[in-house]
């Protein structure tokens, strides 16, 4: 059974009863199906029902938002902010996927030659909880307006979002089978990998989940596009605008409980600045209003799981036995973990070494901005990155330095539909969103004419 239970009331919501195989058989099958009438629909028709999703989504916020913030307890706030974000990207794929699937000619010694950008079929895609509707939404949206189908198998604690999401799409015009829901366990993948009707595998979650999930997609030479976790470098330097820096620092580590693969994990500072930046970051983490997510004066909501919050409490422990100093928080009951700050973090503590998934932000001091670059790079992994500074030529020139995937100057690193998103390093490799993301499970088919 998959058991649904809201971290904040430590309540049982619902349990879900496995799919059996001959239900798995059933889902291949209709998957298979539907990329076939996918492929004879006009691409007009597929847009128009991509906006029908966008309008589903925006008619039910509140309920999709409800559920969310019931199965993995973000704030409520945060999770209308989640089912909203979809939507406005299923109305800019739908925009724009006619350009992004237009051939691309190409002069050769052909009469004519060009790249054709063409559908493969079945997609499976195992996601995590931290944000159930966008990291489903942003692998979906642009592969089911290519003309692939998507077989999702969604982290074990929100089942309930998972089938929500499956509804959207089936009420939306779709064929049936177009995006459908799996429940299963992470151990019993390997036959739907083996499948040859699954054309590719799509994870986000974790490195040794991803790695796990490569090793499997290997055996069977299916592509698989990885977006792991990550542990940000947020880089201030001295030059900065320090109140902007420091609020967009406490946004970027505390949203979402701080569970979040781009959440600012690392604060870089430049020494001079240390002592200031840590007292407004101080004020601003004081003012923060922890508790029930479904409260609107809540700013943050507790962590998803029990086990997740002893896991950041074993970092935090580790790292202020290593020397670390605790400024504020650091305390946690159940799932609700206080906001918490420590200051003197050095490269050789746990908060620097692992990715912490939580509400706790740490201060790492450099000597100057070469030392923040390498103190930046000194990571396995290699997903976002962010620099503060008022020279925007030297942060130009910085940002070629940074070992990650994207960098955002003087701005939180978010993801967005126009944007390619994905890392480096431990982080994974190939992209979402954007003109790359939508290429990732596409045939890029060669056409020569003579
Ligand atoms: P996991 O990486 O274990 O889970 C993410 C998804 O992968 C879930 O659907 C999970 O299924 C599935 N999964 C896990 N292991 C395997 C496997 N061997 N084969 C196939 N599928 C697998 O994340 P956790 O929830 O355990 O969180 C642990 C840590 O992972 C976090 O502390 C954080 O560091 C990182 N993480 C990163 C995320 C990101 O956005 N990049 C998101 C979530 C977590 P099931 O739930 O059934 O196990």
Not at 69 to 78: N, V, W, Y
Not at 292 to 320: V, Y
Request: hydrophobic residues 40%.
């Amino acid at each position: 059974m998959f058991t649904s239970i809201n971290p904040f009331t430590q309540e049982t919501i619902a349990e879900y009863t496995p799919h059996t195989q001959a239900e798995i058989e059933q889902k291949l099958q209709r998957g298979e199906r539907a990329y076939r009438q996918l492929l004879e629909t006009p691409l007009e028709q597929r847009r128009q029902w991509m906006m029908q999703v966008a309008s589903s989504l925006r008619k039910n916020a509140t309920a999709h938002a409800t559920l969310i913030t019931q199965e993995m307890g973000k704030t409520l706030k945060e999770a209308k902010a989640e089912v909203l974000k979809c939507a406005s990207s299923a109305e800019y794929f739908a925009e724009h996927i006619a350009e992004m699937l237009e051939p691309r000619p190409i002069q050769s010694d052909a009469y004519k030659s060009y790249v054709s950008y063409e559908p493969k079929g079945i997609i499976l895609a195992i996601m995590p909880w931290n944000f159930p509707y966008w990291q489903v939404f942003r692998f979906a949206i642009p592969n089911i307006l290519a003309g692939n189908t998507g077989l999702l198998k969604h982290a074990s604690n929100v089942s309930g979002c998972s089938l929500a999401i499956e509804q959207v799409f089936m009420e939306s015009g779709f064929p049936e089978g177009t995006f459908q829901s799996l429940l299963v366990s992470s151990k019993d993948l390997e036959p739907i990998v083996a499948d040859p009707r699954i054309q590719g595998v799509t994870l986000t979650g974790s490195t040794p989940a991803g790695k796990s999930v490569a090793a499997l997609a290997g055996k069977y030479l299916k592509k698989t596009v990885l977006e792991l976790g990550g542990s940000d470098p947020f880089i201030v330097l001295k030059d900065a605008d320090l109140e902007a820096a420091a609020k967009t620092a406490v946004q970027g580590r505390m949203q979402n409980a701080g569970q979040s693969c781009i959440a600012a994990k690392r604060w870089i500072v430049e020494k001079e600045i240390v002592p200031a930046f840590t007292a407004e970051v101080r004020r601003l983490l004081e003012n923060m209003q922890q508790g029930d997510p479904m409260q609107d004066t809540t700013s943050m909501g507790p962590m998803a799981r029990t086990d997740l919050a002893e896991d950041l409490d074993r970092q935090l422990q580790e790292s202020i036995s290593q020397g670390a100093r605790l400024e504020l928080g650091g305390t946690y009951e159940g799932c609700n973990f206080a906001p918490t700050l420590l200051t003197g973090v050095t490269n050789d503590m746990t908060a620097f070494k692992e990715e912490t998934f939580g509400p706790l932000a740490v201060i790492i001091e450099a000597a100057n901005e070469d030392e923040a670059i390498a103190l930046a790079n000194e990571t396995d992994f290699g997903l976002g990155s962010a620099l503060w500074t008022s020279d925007l030529d030297k942060a130009a020139h910085l940002a070629t330095r940074i070992e990650s995937g994207n960098v955002f100057i003087n701005a939180m690193v978010r993801s967005d539909a126009r944007l390619p998103f994905g890392g480096v390093k431990q982080s994974g490799y190939g992209r979402e969103l954007s003109l790359e993301g939508t290429h990732e499970f596409l045939n890029v088919k060669t056409v020569y004419i003579q």
